[in-house]
């Protein structure tokens, strides 16, 4: 099959970069191909547990695609033929492609903490049967830690906070929740309105271990103490999707994304690459 732009991804930069090129180039072929039957607004996703009330209310819809005339395809690239401006998916569908735009998104970071590996342990993965049983998990839940105090760990804390009898605890290395995004007054100021709502917030601590048998019990901190944990939630940043870059030859940075100049160009003729993945 032959497309003019071919965008991989349905995230919200490939969505963004699809309805974009079709406004200025309307009469070219625009074809977005993803993974995901359905796909979560990533933003949304700490307030599944309560506000929203459903993973459901936190899809984007596929209307705007439609509405603009994109293709959509679903499907998984296994494979990118620069040379023959190609993509091969999984199922052996081949697409040619005039232009591709990487829209790869990100995936949870990991740290080395032993017992991760233990059930009870959740990533904020942007993931729709993922999430279904992460929220269901939640709400069975009475005691949830949450590792790593930046904006996602601070958003899910004060979400889970408006569930009843749900103790909650922020365990962050560095001095302060937010310390590196807020200067200290600030950062101050919101750990207030988080203990507030009673949630607890152990700074300068690190995890020594997730314990429990196979399923997590409590964490134990690097000062020895232990804390009640039925629930760990692993908030740490992302790291960009870029596996598949890396086999085709494009550059990756230093810091882990795709190499891209100001027009968001690849060093491969024709390759751009938007979002989470591109640095």
């Known amino acids: ?7 991989m991804g349905g995230g919200p930069a490939g969505v963004v970069a699809g309805i974009t090129a079709k406004k200025h180039y309307p009469s070219k072929q625009v074809t977005l191909v993803r993974k ?3 796909t979560v607004i990533p933003c949304g996703i700490p307030y599944i547990f309560n506000r929203l009330d459903s993973v459901d209310k936190n899809l984007m819809p596929d209307q705007s695609l439609l509405n603009n005339k994109i293709n959509l395809v679903i499907g998984e690239v296994i494979e990118i033929k620069p ?4 993509i091969i998916l999984k199922n052996s569908d081949v697409f040619d492609y005039d232009k591709l735009i990487l829209s790869l998104g990100s995936a949870p970071q990991l740290i080395p903490i032993p017992g991760i590996e233990k059930e009870g ?4 993965k942007k993931d729709y049967e993922y999430l279904e049983k992460f929220r269901e998990a939640v709400l069975k839940s009475k005691n949830v830690i949450i590792i790593g ?4 760990g601070v958003e899910f804390a004060e979400e889970l906070s408006g ?6 605890s922020i365990i962050e290395k560095l001095d302060h929740c937010l310390i590196t995004n807020l200067d200290e007054e600030f950062a101050l100021a919101v750990e207030e309105k988080l203990k507030n709502r009673g949630i607890k917030i152990f700074t ?3 995890i020594k271990e997730i314990g429990g048998k196979e399923k997590t019990e409590y964490v134990e901190l690097d000062n020895g103490e232990k804390l009640a944990a039925d629930l760990i939630i692993l908030s740490i940043g992302a790291r960009p999707n870029i596996e598949l870059a890396q086999k085709t030859g494009i550059k990756i940075e230093e810091k882990g994304g795709i190499m891209v100049d100001e027009y968001m160009r690849t060093n491969i003729p024709d390759i751009f690459a938007i979002g989470d993945c591109a640095q």
């Open 1 to 7: 099959m032959k497309t003019d732009i071919l965008i």
């Open 36 to 38: 995901e039957e359905k």
């Open 83 to 86: 040379k023959e401006k190609q």
């Open 121 to 124: 342990v959740w990533l904020v």
């Open 149 to 152: 105090g930046g904006f996602i």
């Open 163 to 168: 569930i009843k009898n749900l103790n909650i």
């Open 204 to 206: 300068g601590k690190t």
